[in-house]
């Protein structure tokens, strides 16, 4: 099923970030590990997924990622950290 994501993946815990969007959040996943999607996300191997916010419009997912994107670093880490303290990879939870 098709659900408007906005996600956030590492290479390691505290490490590099990438913000994206999508309307269909386990295969975009999957692309991102399997290094499918050139780009800065392949350049710094961020394929662990670590937080996610689902939407039900993808206008509102769009710009909720842009706002992300505006954050400064602290911000994001306490975003990631509150839900997921241990920075767990989430990708076998949504699979």
Do not use: C
């Not at 999957?30 to 689902?54: P, W």
């Amino acid at each position: 099923m098709k659900e408007p994501t906005v996600y956030i993946l590492t290479n390691k815990e505290r490490g590099t970030l990438y913000i994206g969007v999508t309307s269909h959040l386990v295969q975009r996943i999957y692309q991102h590990r399997i290094g499918a999607v050139d780009g800065f996300s392949k350049q710094y191997k961020t394929n662990r997924l670590v937080y996610f916010e689902q939407y039900s419009d993808m206008y509102e997912a769009i710009k909720r990622e842009k706002q992300l994107k505006k954050w400064n670093r602290k911000w994001k880490l306490e975003l990631i950290e509150k839900s997921n303290s241990t920075w767990k990879d989430l990708y076998d939870e949504i699979i």
